[in-house]
Structures are given as structure tokens and as C-alpha cells.
């Protein structure tokens, strides 16, 4: 089983900068990769960014590029979203996941297994 804890939400101005952490506990070999998603009120959850754990490989949502990074620490505890130029778009609740069942694409939310409750951006404009 594996935990996932999200923090650093936050209301900011656009053109602000947030850091989003994960923390991760429970077995490491339960996922094979990470990723970001969001929700906005009324819209559907959609993957901003995903990293494996093994490969190194990332990707991120066109919406995010140039402006978001993912990243974990050398332990693999945490996982973080730093977040740079903020725009109003970019509010929502902020989702960590964890998978290991390769399903779909890596914004399919059937693609994960675990999911944190989540922690909520707000960008005034």
C-alpha cells in the first residue's frame, strides 16, 4: 500500500511562483511512476505532469510546459511541482498519483493506483 500526502498550495498572483510537495510512504515497488494532476471546478481531472521513477522519463501537459518542473529528491520520499508564472487557469486542486499498471496514456487516470487528497491553488488575476 502506499500513502500519498500533497502540500504547498496556495492563493498567489498571477505571474507567482508555488511549490507543491508529495510525500510518499509505504512500499516503493508498488509504483513504477508518478505524476500531477488537477481539477478545476466543474471540469474534469487532467494530468499537468508525470515522471518514472526508473527511466527518468517526463512529460507534462502543453498548458504547463516552460512553466511547471517535476521533480523528487535523491531518497524518491517526495515528489514536488514547482510552478512559475502562475496564471488564473492554473487554480484548481492539485492531485498526487502513483501507478505501476502501465494502462493508458500518462494522463488516464486509469492509469494510476494511488491518489493523494489533494491540496487547492488559487490565481487571482
Known amino acids: 500500500q502506499v500513502q500519498l500526502v500533497e502540500s504547498g498550495g496556495g492563493s498567489v498572483q498571477a505571474g507567482g511562483s508555488l511549490r507543491l510537495s508529495c510525500v510518499i510512504s509505504?512500499?516503493?515497488?508498488?509504483?513504477?511512476?508518478l505524476a500531477w494532476f488537477r481539477q478545476a471546478p466543474g471540469k474534469e481531472r487532467e494530468g499537468v505532469a508525470y515522471i518514472h521513477i526508473s527511466a527518468g522519463t517526463i512529460y507534462y501537459a502543453d498548458s504547463v510546459k516552460g512553466r511547471f518542473t517535476i521533480s523528487q529528491d535523491n531518497f524518491r520520499s517526495t515528489l514536488y511541482l514547482q510552478m512559475n508564472s502562475l496564471k488564473a487557469e492554473d487554480t484548481g486542486v492539485y492531485y498526487c498519483?502513483?501507478?505501476?499498471?502501465?494502462?493508458?496514456?500518462?494522463?488516464?487516470?486509469?492509469?494510476?493506483?494511488?491518489w493523494g487528497q489533494g491540496t487547492q491553488v488559487t490565481v487571482s488575476s
Open positions: 498519483a502513483a501507478g505501476r499498471n502501465g494502462i493508458g496514456t500518462w494522463y488516464s487516470l486509469r492509469s494510476y493506483n494511488y
Open positions: 509505504g512500499y516503493t515497488g508498488s509504483y513504477y511512476y
